[in-house]
């Protein structure tokens, strides 16, 4: 059985006091809940900080990118090794943003996910198609590139330190969603992606989330799709009650 994840991105929001005082917030509101994995993605500067306010409940540290090196001359980039000494479990790689604005590619995307598992993070490998690749019927060209791309040498056991975030890039911060109908296609591309390339049985393990303006109103409609396994969670992660109402959502 494939247990749901529920991770927030925060994105370049949140300060130390700020981001300390959210998850002050959440953890009461989700400290009784079951059958999920909880996992949220602050900024580098107070990784630690939330790291600290979280220990012992059942929140996961995310980071929100990392570099493939372990250390080395790279000025302003942070390596896995260093995401696991600030007490991360998880990190987020290929977000769209990241390839929007910062010109990442398949390429670097697949050398930093490498790192990170070898590092012992599990990863949160972010895909998904813009606006006008779906429009012109790209779409699944797309995503069959990104994955196969992004898992390229990823070896069939690393691969359940991978989990799969399918994103529409025209539906990050728009308030557009995907219906239900829409993201339930995608993903199972998705996992028949999966099953091409390793095995059916990988695939039916491998655990793929929803990303893309997901509030509390959206989330049960996507999770009862059958190969939707969650959300990637980006301004409704930013307030506890709106979290955690994500969280929860099978209550």
């Known amino acids: 059985m494939r247990v749901p994840v529920i991770a927030g991105n925060w994105k370049m929001y949140k300060s130390a006091a700020e981001a300390c005082e959210l998850v002050g917030g959440l953890i009461p509101l989700v400290k009784n809940s079951s059958g999920v994995e909880i996992v949220v993605a602050p900024v580098f500067t107070v990784l630690s900080s939330v790291g600290a306010a979280i220990a012992g409940t ?12 372990e250390e080395g001359a ?20 290929g977000h769209s ?17 490498t790192a990170a598992i070898s590092s012992g993070l599990t990863v949160l490998f972010c895909i998904g198609e ?21 898992l390229a040498g990823i070896g069939a056991q ?31 591309f998705i996992r028949s992606l999966v ?11 491998i655990r793929i989330l929803y990303g893309g303006s997901v509030k509390p109103d959206n989330i049960k ?11 990637l969670v980006g301004g409704a992660s930013l ?13």
């Open 97 to 113: 943003e990241r390839r929007q604005y910062f010109g990442e590619t398949d390429a670097s995307v697949n050398k930093k996910i």
């Open 195 to 205: 099953a091409q390339l390793y095995s059916p049985e990988i695939a039916a393990g």
């Open 58 to 69: 059942n929140i996961r540290l995310s980071a929100q990118d990392c570099f493939w090196e």
């Open 74 to 93: 790279f000025t302003g980039e942070i390596s896995p090794k260093m995401l696991l000494d600030a007490g991360c479990t998880h990190v987020i790689i």
């Open 130 to 150: 813009t606006l006008a690749e779906r429009e012109a019927g790209r779409m699944f060209e797309v995503l069959k590139t990104q994955v196969t791309g992004g």
């Open 239 to 251: 307030k506890a009650d709106s979290f955690a109402a994500i969280v929860n959502f099978p209550a």
């Open 221 to 231: 409609g996507l999770m009862e799709q059958p190969d939707i396994d969650g959300a």
């Open 158 to 188: 690393a691969l359940a330190d991978v989990i799969i975030a399918y994103e529409p890039v025209w539906a990050i911060g728009t308030g557009k969603t995907a219906s239900n109908d829409q993201a339930q296609e995608a993903h199972a």
